[in-house]
């Protein structure tokens, strides 16, 4: 194992101890194994390299308070990569043995999580393609699910740190009834060519409007699109076209649990200037608090430029205190890992 500084660890890539891979072939899932090499051979005319058939998740397991060790809300990754393989002909990975990947790749790295206090976690990014041999457009006839774990650290150090926005009305992030709603590789690298020019012209993250009229907000390029009206209210955006987040999900619970009043509704772009709080929300952060956003000549403000607004900040802490088991998980959303550790 390398000597890691957890205080130093970043949301980057790194070799662990090995991850876990299961083939499905002729209607069935094998057993899985563990490869301690983070590289692995793929025919040439494999499908996914040819017709896309790829699809992944991204959640986390944390080190908790009392020592065990907990993955947040596995079973909506579950869902979502069944609802995502649905739509793109690859078979559905069963929630038993996703859960039982899950365990196992987790115990074998166990000594790669970050310690508790140190604000890290265990990420966990499960793979579902299509490795078959295909020419033809056609599915694959084998595929491939796999997990790997990497350990990151807190995001943002130091507190949550406000982000600047732009729309380009030249750009779409997915087509009306195409497969924004889904987590398929394809939509990202849809997404790199404005992402790039983003970064080169001093922003953050993009913000994409519907297709169709370029009038309601659908989400960031990353991240569901959040909103905290002037009258209190946590408002989302409502499309096809956007990948349903489990954080943000989880956010809007939580913001009943609070007595908020919670809208899931199309959000006309003209809407955010009344908008007290405006927040990115994902697994990697939970909530990334936007402090303007740029379309064309217009700018928009919304919460403070220094810092978090009171409301976002507020349902952040909730989630990371459920999530490091330092509040009762009155919904059910963690997930013990099986371990020694646990009690």
């Not at 000594?111 to 499960?126: E, F, V």
């Not at 779409?172 to 983003?198: C, F, I, M, T, W």
């Not at 809007?252 to 959000?267: T, Y």
Request: glycine share 10%; charged share 20%.
């Amino acid at each position: 194992m390398q000597n890691i500084d957890w205080d130093k660890l970043g949301f980057k890539y790194m070799d662990t101890r090995c991850h876990i891979r299961y083939t499905w072939r002729a209607g069935v899932w094998g057993k899985g194994e563990l490869y301690e090499s983070p590289e692995m051979g793929i025919h040439i005319a494999a499908g996914c390299l040819h017709y896309g058939q790829a699809a992944f998740e991204g959640l986390k397991a944390f080190r908790c308070r009392d020592g065990s060790v907990r993955i947040f809300r596995p079973q909506d990754n579950i869902g979502r990569m069944a609802m995502t393989a649905r739509r793109i002909c690859m078979p559905e990975v069963p929630e038993a043995l996703y859960l039982e990947a899950l365990d196992r790749v987790i115990q074998a790295n166990e000594d790669y999580i970050p310690p508790y206090g140190t604000g890290g976690s265990l990420y966990i990014r499960p793979l579902l393609i299509g490795s078959g041999l295909q020419i033809g457009i056609a599915p694959s006839p084998e595929y491939t699910f796999l997990i790997m774990v990497i350990p990151v650290g807190a995001y943002y150090k130091g507190g949550l740190k406000p982000v600047r926005a732009v729309v380009y009305d030249e750009y779409d992030r997915a087509a009306p009834q195409g497969v924004g709603h889904v987590k398929v590789a394809g939509n990202y690298a849809a997404s790199l060519y404005a992402h790039e020019k983003a970064k080169r012209e001093g922003f953050e993250v993009e913000l994409y409007l519907d297709a169709k009229e370029h009038r309601y907000v659908e989400e960031f390029a990353t991240s569901n699109f959040v909103g905290i009206t002037k009258q209190g209210v946590y408002v989302t955006p409502a499309s096809h076209s956007i990948l349903p987040s489990i954080t943000n999900l989880t956010l809007m619970q939580l913001a009943r649990d609070m007595g908020m009043e919670v809208e899931a509704r199309p959000v006309l772009f003209d809407e955010i200037e009344n908008m007290a709080e405006v927040g990115a929300c994902g697994t990697a952060v939970v909530v990334t608090p936007v402090h303007e956003i740029v379309r064309g000549e217009r700018v928009i403000t919304t919460g403070p430029s220094d810092g978090c607004g009171p409301v976002l900040q507020k349902l952040y802490d909730r989630v990371r205190a459920i999530q490091y088991g330092e509040a009762p998980d009155a919904h059910g959303w963690c997930h013990l890992v099986p371990g020694q550790w646990a009690h």
